[in-house]
């Protein structure tokens, strides 16, 4: 019997159930099932000119804003599609003993306020007490659309295209580590303004990515675009290139890292390009459009880089200084360690 670690499921054990369990044949209209690395489903609707692009993901680290995490997590695997979040649906699993009625009505607002910056109706979902769980859980389940012609995949990556990440790492890492861990942090000499600077990396930066995906979207060839979360920047671009079958080479020194992230991750000793980095954009992009898909960037108030490009074959490789190294990543995140560690 083997005992799987926290996080996702392997790569190489979760192929193998997708390849044996959920084949993409039973329905014609169903354009993109659940593959490895691709953030959303993707259903043809014949007599329409979009598609319908569906997701579901679990907020399990995070506890503060959980509902504001459930939306947006979810809203931006659909815009890595090139999609519109219309519809949201989440199942609340709260822990037995502690759920007061404020605490579920707090979550309920929460969602709202967060589909609500979004244009984004609430259609259902469910609400439970659950024996067992130490703290709240969503699983959200979000539904968008759109045009046939601009459907973007994880998967189109081409040897060539150059790899852009918007913002930086790990901003999601950093609010998640500020926030359960703020008490222990003030003993340890940080400061209430540096870990509330941390803290709102929840809003600014921003997890949201939204913006960046559709505009790139509509100006330029955008090949493959990926939301790296669980396993950071790294394993966001590991998982592009296996999605594509290409190689890539990484600037190490290129992907920038927000400030109190960088300082937060030394604190706990965890890789910041492994720590979990919703927030970030990863873009495959022809490169002779990289410099105006910065600029056009910039000019919207997001900041962009090239880290690196992908290449023919399938080796993953780090520009670290002079050298060139295999590049080190994991599927398994940083940020579980914080909830591990005395």
Known sequence: MTILPTGKIPSVFLSKLLDK?????????????GQIGEDAAVIDMPESSSYIVAKTDPITFATEEIGFYAVNINANDLATRGAASKWFQATILLPEGQTTEELVEFIF?????ACDELGISVVGGHTEVTHGLPRPIIVGNMIGEVAKDKLVLTRGAQPGDAILLTKGAP???TAIIAREKYAELVERGYTEEFLARAKNYLHDPGISIQKEALLLNEYFEVHAMHDPTEGGVTNGIAEMAAASGTGAVVGVANIPLVPEGKVLCE????????????????IAIKSDQVDDAITLLHDRGVTAAKVGEFTSGSTLLAQIDE????????EIDEITRIFSQN
């Open 267 to 282: 604190e706990y000793q965890l890789d910041p390009l492994g720590t979990i980095a919703s927030g970030a954009l990863l």
């Open 323 to 330: 050298e060139t190294r295999p590049l080190q990543f994991s």
């Open 21 to 33: 369990y959920a084949p993409n044949c039973c329905d014609p209209r169903l354009v993109l099932g």
């Open 109 to 113: 607002a929460d969602i709202k306020r």
């Open 171 to 173: 901003i999601e890492g």
